[in-house]
Antibody
Framework: EVQLLESGGGLVQPGGSLRLSCAAS????????MSWVRQAPGKGLEWVSG????????FYADSVKGRFTISRDNSKNTLYLQMSSLRGEDRAVYYC??????????????WGQGILVTVSP | SYVLTQPPSVSVAPGMTAKITCGGN??????VHWYQQKPGQAPVLVIY???NRPSGIPERFSGSYSGNTATLTISRVEAGDEADYYC???????????FGTGTKVTVL
């Protein structure tokens, strides 16, 4: 059974940093692309960043480019999102999502339960 | 930036058919996926590549295209189908995913 478990969320001040982790199990992690998707309170889904399975090709949404860094450790079956220069508009539930294939650009067939990031003084 | 437009809400009586549209420029050249999200839960994939159902998704859920609009159809609607629904594409010219604005389906 595929499981994705996010951790590392919490309260951070504007301008601060936070690193999210997503521990994956139940599938061959290195073979699949992964993404981060966020949802602000009461709002819709917004894709944040994605990384391919093996060659590490990375994509970012314009709203986070230069502030967030996605990475993965295939030996630890873990996806990361390093968030810096956080703003109030980054406040959201962040989901880890698994692509159906090895490259970014397919659909998300599994999602984590999400983790809340709050940016406030 | 690329935008996918959905109606904010759709209301439907139990047993009837709900249609949720997703409009975008030249959307026919993209592969459209649909997600269902119930309150407090993560999204669930219900249709991928325009009209394919993942295992475990009822046949009542179907996807189609017409012109610049993709449509998710839920036949014989049940109370348990009440949720928010989002369309999604990978916008190849921008190298990013785009989600639709979302549609809240209410079962009367």
């Amino acid at each position: 059974e595929v499981q994705l478990l996010e951790s590392g969320g919490g309260l951070v001040q504007p301008g601060g940093s936070l690193r999210l982790s997503c521990a994956a199990s139940g599938f061959t992690f290195s073979s699949y692309a992964m993404s981060w998707v966020r949802q602000a309170p009461g709002k819709g889904l917004e894709w944040v960043s994605g990384i391919s399975g093996s060659d590490g090709t990375i994509f970012y949404a314009d709203s986070v480019k230069g502030r967030f860094t996605i990475s993965r450790d295939n030996s630890k079956n873990t996806l990361y999102l390093q968030m810096s220069s956080l703003r109030g508009e980054d406040r959201a539930v962040y989901y880890c999502a698994k692509d159906r294939g090895g490259i970014v650009g397919l659909e998300f067939d599994h999602w984590g339960q999400g983790i809340l990031v709050t940016v406030s003084p | 930036s690329y935008v996918l437009t959905q109606p904010p809400s759709v209301s439907v009586a139990p047993g009837m058919t709900a249609k949720i549209t997703c409009g975008g420029n030249n959307i026919g050249s993209e592969s459209v996926h649909w997600y269902q999200q119930k309150p407090g839960q993560a999204p669930v994939l219900v249709i991928y590549h325009d009209s394919n159902r993942p295992s475990g998704i009822p046949e009542r859920f179907s996807g189609s295209y017409s012109g610049n609009t993709a449509t998710l159809t839920i036949s014989r609607v049940e109370a348990g189908d009440e949720a928010d629904y989002y369309c999604q594409v990978w916008h190849t010219s921008g190298d990013h995913y785009v989600f639709g604005t979302g549609t809240k389906v209410t079962v009367l």
